[in-house]
């Protein structure tokens, strides 16, 4: 049982680049989130999908696009990438949207901006 | 504004020993708070969970503590054990259908 994978690991890109960040899971969830981590500043939401089909703005959503592509996969596309990006970003997936249940969390993709 | 803070970046503790990491929060609308673990190189993963109609929870050695008048939340590991080295993120959310705020880490080193 994978849970929920995340690809790639690592990535660099140059400012102004574009890419796509892959998370899948199958456990068969509703949920699913990306966050991304900063130094000193904890976890911070970026954009969640309640339920296929449907998709709302976190925390911190400008800069990113998503798109949740079916039950199980949930991207994450940088249109125009800038330093302040480079960060570690996670995908989560949880039966429930926001309810008692625990998120789970894939591995991360470290992304450095030049 | 960070509405979930922990306070204490870094913790070391002697194997054996209890281990308190803290936690404080501004939002009193906060309702359910969770512990998560992480370690290099994974994604966090789910230690216990408390809501606010308690005041403790225990799972085995991990034990959550939840003093809402002071808007402050501990987690005790007893007794600490070298495995237990890894980063703790708490987490708090209020009512239904509202996201997670998560604090900034507390990293804990068990000295064997």
């Known amino acids: 049982n994978a849970g929920v994978t995340q690809t790639p690991k690592f990535q660099v890109l140059k400012t102004g680049q574009s890419m796509t960040l892959q998370c899948a899971q199958d456990m068969n969830h509703n949920s699913m989130y990306w966050y991304r981590q900063d130094p000193g500043m904890g976890l911070r939401l970026i954009y969640y999908?309640?339920?296929?089909?449907?998709?709302d703005k976190g925390e911190v959503p400008n800069g990113y696009n998503v798109s949740r592509l079916n039950k199980r996969e949930f991207s994450l596309r940088l249109e125009s990438a800038a330093p302040s990006q480079t960060s570690v970003y996670f995908c989560?997936?949880?039966?429930?949207?926001?309810?008692?249940?625990?998120?789970?969390f894939g591995p991360g993709t470290r992304l450095t901006v030049l | 504004d960070q509405q979930v803070k922990q306070n204490s970046p870094s913790l070391s503790v002697q194997e054996g020993r209890i281990s308190i990491l803290n936690c404080d929060y501004t939002n009193s609308m906060f309702d359910y708070f969770l512990w998560y673990k992480k370690y290099p190189a994974e994604g966090p993963t789910f230690l216990i969970s408390?809501?606010?109609?308690?005041d403790k929870n225990e799972d085995g050695r991990f034990t959550v503590f939840l003093n809402k008048s002071a808007k402050h939340l501990s987690l005790h590991i007893v007794p600490s054990q070298p495995g237990d080295s890894a980063v703790y993120f708490c987490?708090?959310?209020?009512?239904?259908?509202?996201?997670?705020?998560f604090g900034t880490g507390t990293s804990l080193t068990v000295i064997p």
């Open positions: 989560a997936s949880s039966d429930r949207p926001w309810g008692s249940d625990t998120q789970y």
């Open positions: 999908s309640a339920s296929e089909g449907t998709t």
């Open positions: 987490a708090a959310k209020r009512g239904a259908g509202n996201q997670f705020y």
């Open positions: 408390i809501s606010s109609i308690k």
